[in-house]
């Protein structure tokens, strides 16, 4: 079975501050990897997803991450985070008409 | 554009009772899939379906029934509500063409179902 990891279940930054959340996978192969963002009450939003090509992705709002897939990691970042940015965020992997979620990261953004 | 629409959006069940979480796409979308999520613990997989006919069970898929007659329309139902039920509910859908994939996942705006 898949796992997704996502270390750090809350994490906090400042407004302005680089926003860093992680995400590593296991897979023999090389997955289809996604980030979503949840705010309350809502479904989850795509943000950016990876599938071939250039292992540096951008998404919406900008944020971007990057496959690093000896470290079979796809770690999210902005380089400067906005109030809007509080948000659930969650990282997922697709293999075998399944798609694995991780625990999720809760960002909290402080002015 | 509704995309995937779930209904209802908050219920309060009895310990015992059934009842059915629906969940419509308009995009004519062939996968449809099922999650719980429950606090710290991400998204769970209970059902998914290929197709108009076809399903196949996710992680957590006891104590729930899936049906899919149309392309449209992928219902979950609880037959005997338990309070180990009691989560937020997701349906998704995704479009996956033959030979292609990475596609990613619509979600609804979810179920938020009590058991008490």
């Known amino acids: 079975a898949q796992s997704v990891t996502q270390l750090g279940s809350h994490v906090s930054v400042s407004e302005g501050a680089l926003v860093l959340l992680r995400c590593n996978y296991s897979?023999?192969?090389?997955?289809?990897l996604f980030w979503y963002v949840q705010y309350p009450n809502q479904g989850l939003q795509l943000l950016l997803k990876?599938?071939?090509?250039?292992?540096l992705v951008k998404g919406i709002n900008g944020f971007e991450a990057e496959f690093k897939k000896s470290e079979t990691s796809f770690h999210l970042t902005k380089p400067s985070a906005h109030m809007s940015d509080a948000a659930e965020y969650f990282c997922a992997v697709y293999t075998g008409n399944q798609f694995y979620f991780g625990t999720g990261t809760s960002l909290t953004v402080i002015p | 554009n509704a995309g995937v629409t779930q209904t209802p959006k908050f219920r309060i069940l009895k310990i015992g009772q059934s009842m059915t979480l629906q969940c419509a796409q308009d995009m004519n979308h062939n996968y449809m899939y099922w999650y719980r999520q429950d606090p710290g613990m991400g998204l769970k997989l209970i059902y998914y379906?290929?197709?108009?006919?076809?399903?196949d069970k996710g992680e957590v898929p006891n104590g729930y029934n899936v049906s899919r007659s149309t392309t449209e329309d992928f219902p979950l139902r609880l037959e005997l509500a338990a309070p180990s039920q009691t989560s937020v509910y997701f349906c998704a859908s995704t479009l996956l063409p033959a030979g292609g994939a990475g596609q990613p996942q619509h979600f609804g705006d979810g179920t938020r179902l009590s058991i008490l």
């Open positions: 897979s023999s192969v090389p997955p289809y």
């Open positions: 990876y599938t071939t090509g250039a292992t």
């Open positions: 379906s290929v197709g108009a006919g076809i399903t």
